[in-house]
């Protein structure tokens, strides 16, 4: 009752909107003439008003004024769209509620539930979400709700694209940014940042970028690996593009993107670890500070990625041929303090003191290779038939390994276990690593799809479209050491499937279109890792021990929207409803140290998102948006799971706030002849979430430790909210813009200094370590521009 409800008071809403779009276009009033944006959400380019379905995009100008480094950044911009931050460079996208928990670093068979793509090549990676530098894109395009037809599987929720500017003939261009800092009021950064334009004949251009930032780091850490502002880093990289075109007909263009990012550590502000916390008496008792974090070792994050793609497009009269071929070599590396995680497992096990205090530093790798071709065929007239046919196949090779160096670790086996014990649990693995795992993956995929559209008449266009899609994925899992189940598998899984999808749009009038959508998207099923047995209590080893696959992720979208513009404003609203089936659920398997995946029957995500804009006079420009989102199970687990997962009828998807809101404004002046200065504020507010399923049972939830030591009792207990608060983010900037390209811009950015909590983090079921993941402080900052 209550989802029907909310369903129909938002129609209601949408209907509204509908009806006072149109009469502001009978109002008397001069024609709108704005400047459309040119998107590629269809493959081919169309207005973003004439798209039949909710897109958002994000220009160049808009990544400026609103200060966006990252991908995070963005998505508190666009109604509907959400990130979930893990860390340095690991998060989870999801758009219109469709998420399925969080992602954690030793998960590499979990898929992307939101698509991601550099200009024409998919890029995605489940946790680790490509953070490309924003520095010379045209636009980053959010295109919400299911998009298997064109962009295939990871798109079951949307597609992120970020497009950037492209070689162009016969001009010379380019720009210089620098940027400084200050984070938290005592760590500097900045960036440096450069992009050119070269013509090479009249046939030929040449497009370079590069950049360096370094991050400014906010977190202190106490122990012996501590020190302040750990958790700094830095990214650089660069483009390079070349572009020849012989004729109006053909044009190849190869490209070259390289981007490193390294972090220090972690955005980790920890409320209780095993070796600090409140109950200790024969050591220190500590309570943390707002972003402070305890280390026996540093920690550390990189990725380095490797894109090279070629896109050819040949105009064969009437239509336009393409091929897209890439590569993705990728090798990401994180390093953790574990710890907490090996010394808890160790005081189970009865080891002394000296033995729980071992530092222990997990490491993972993940070792990508990606191939993948796509061959499109579109139309390329002007009849009120278009279409687009193609064929699309990918070769994914994925190691994912894991170890855990303990050094001196094996000896305090032997002597408590008995001799001969560590070496016996190896498995062919190093000495002095009580955990061990090698996960190599082939994934491989094959798909072709089609989209006809027809103009019925001027104002009513029908259009359907759907992909077939074949996949097999196999993967093998080889472990060793005291914590492992020393398992040496092979697993494989296979599936395919078909997505539609159907759309109308009506103009109610030149500037008012009506847009109705139905379509099917998907997410590849997979294999679930064995759980660590030895590090399972009974109850855990019983509850979680049965899901060893899952199945495709399907999921029915049902949207209708408006889209209008008039003289100083354009307005965009959509409602839609999600029939989701088989939701791919992440659940942290408790005591195990172990994740799981597992379908869940039945759920849904509905609501209303909306985008304003107004320029009221000259100079003065308003933008609002915001999304109201019921994203609930629809299915209860019996028995125990029903606590254990937190699946449960009327419980919230994970990670996704029920209404984010976006208000921007900014007032331009001429203060002489030659330059013009602006002032900008913005506001976000993000609403509450939970990190997974399971926090909203049990909460306020208490996490009793069970470890003695160092004084603390076996019963010692922590208890936390773990409803994530709403935070409110409030963005100051001002500047001066010179006629010869010259931009000079001061800003702050958090100028309420929220201490903003992103997920929760917990280690071994909350046993060894609790905390969150924390948004970046106040930052001051001034940037200087240039193009030419």
């Not at 001069?30 to 959400?41: C, L, R, W």
């Not at 981007?259 to 500590?286: H, M, S």
Request: glycine share 10%; net charge negative; charged share 20%.
């Amino acid at each position: 009752m209550h989802a029907r409800m909310t369903l129909r008071a938002g129609l209601s809403t949408l209907a509204l909107a509908i009806t006072t779009s149109a009469a502001a276009q009978n109002a008397p009033a001069e024609q709108y003439d704005g400047n459309a944006i040119i998107v590629t959400a269809t493959k081919r380019n169309t207005s973003i008003q004439d798209i039949p379905f909710s897109i958002n995009a994000q220009t160049a100008e808009d990544i400026q004024k609103s200060g966006a480094v990252t991908l995070e950044d963005l998505s508190r911009n666009v109604a509907g769209l959400s990130v979930q931050n893990l860390g340095p460079g690991q998060s989870q996208v999801s758009v219109r509620g469709v998420s399925a928990g969080q992602v954690v670093r030793d998960q590499p068979g979990v898929k992307e539930q939101v698509g991601v793509y550099l200009d024409e090549s998919v890029i995605s990676l489940s946790l680790f979400t490509p953070d490309l530098d924003l520095f010379d894109l045209n636009r980053v395009e959010t295109l919400r709700g299911p998009q298997g037809t064109l962009f295939g599987s990871g798109s079951v929720g949307g597609t992120i694209r970020y497009i950037t500017n492209q070689p162009k003939l016969g001009t010379v261009e380019g720009s210089v940014e620098a940027n400084l800092n200050l984070v938290d009021g005592d760590d500097i950064g900045g960036h440096l940042k450069g992009a050119i334009n070269i013509p090479m004949g009249d046939t030929a251009a040449l497009r370079a970028v590069g950049y360096y930032t370094r991050y400014g780091g906010f977190i202190n850490a106490i122990g012996p690996a501590g020190g302040d502002d750990v958790n700094s880093g830095e990214r650089y990289g660069g483009r390079l593009a070349l572009t020849f075109e012989p004729s109006d007909n053909f044009s190849i263009t190869p490209r070259i993107v390289y981007q490193k990012v390294k972090a220090d550590g972690f955005n980790r502000q920890e409320i209780y670890n095993l070796y600090a916390n409140p109950y200790t008496t024969t050591r220190p008792a500590v309570t943390f500070d707002e972003r402070q974090q305890y280390l026996l070792l540093r920690e550390a994050f990189e990725d380095e990625t490797l894109i090279a793609d070629l896109n050819i497009n040949v105009g064969l009269g009437g239509a336009k041929l393409t091929s897209v071929t890439s590569y993705i070599d990728r090798n990401i590396l994180v390093s953790r303090d574990a710890s907490a995680l090996t010394g808890s497992v160790s005081v189970d096990l009865g080891y002394p003191a000296a033995g729980v205090l071992l530092p222990s530093n997990l490491v993972d790798t993940t070792d990508l290779e990606t191939w993948s071709q796509e061959v499109r065929l579109a139309s390329d007239n002007d009849s009120p038939f278009q279409w687009v046919v193609g064929a699309f196949y990918s070769k994914i090779d994925r190691v994912y390994a894991q170890r855990l160096p303990t050094p001196g670790y094996d000896a305090f086996t032997d002597a408590t276990l008995g001799a001969g014990t560590a070496a016996a649990t190896r498995n062919g693995f190093p000495a002095d690593s009580p955990y061990n795992a090698d996960l190599p993956y082939d994934i491989k995929q094959f798909a072709i799809f089609g989209e006809l559209s027809y103009d019925i008449t001027d104002a009513l266009t029908a259009t359907a479209g759907g992909r077939y899609y074949d996949f097999k994925e196999t993967r093998s899992f080889k472990s060793g050491g005291l914590f492992s189940n020393l398992d040496n598998r092979t697993d494989s899984t296979k599936s395919n499937g078909f997505t539609p999808r159907f759309l109308l749009s009506y103009d109610i009038s030149k500037d008012v279109t009506i847009n109705a959508q139905a379509s099917k998207g998907f997410r590849l099923g997979g294999v679930n890792d064995p759980l660590n047995l030895p590090l399972c209590s009974p109850g855990d080893a019983a509850l979680f021990g049965g899901f060893q696959s899952y199945k495709d992720e399907t999921l029915w979208n049902y949207e209708l929207g408006v889209k209008s513009g008039g003289r100083g404003f354009t307005f965009n609203a959509a409602g839609f409803y999600n029939d989701i089936r088989n939701l791919q659920v992440t659940l942290d398997a408790g005591t195990c140290s172990s994740r799981i995946v597992f379908n869940v029957p039945k759920a849904h995500s509905m609501g209303l998102e909306f985008e304003l804009g107004l320029n009221p006079t000259e100079g003065l420009d308003f933008n609002l948006s915001g999304s109201i989102i019921e994203a609930e199970f629809d299915t209860t687990l019996p028995g125990a799971l029903t606590t254990a997962t937190g699946i449960r009828d009327g419980n919230r998807l994970p990670s996704v706030p029920k209404f984010q809101l976006s208000a921007s404004g900014s007032y331009e002046w001429p203060v002489s002849d030659t330059a013009k200065a602006y002032v900008g504020a913005s506001f976000q507010h993000v609403g509450t979430r939970y990190t997974q399923p399971a926090d909203q049972e049990n909460n306020p939830r208490t996490f009793v430790h069970g470890l003695p030591f160092g004084g603390a009792p076996a019963g010692a207990s922590t208890t936390v909210n773990l409803q994530l608060p709403d935070y409110q983010l409030v963005n100051l900037s001002a500047g001066v813009d010179f006629d010869n390209g010259l931009s000079l811009i001061a800003y702050v950015n958090n100028l309420f200094d929220e201490n903003a909590l992103l997920s929760f983090d917990r280690e071994r079921g909350g046993r060894a370590r609790l905390g969150y993941t924390v948004g970046q402080p106040r930052t001051f900052g001034i940037t200087a521009r240039k193009t030419f």
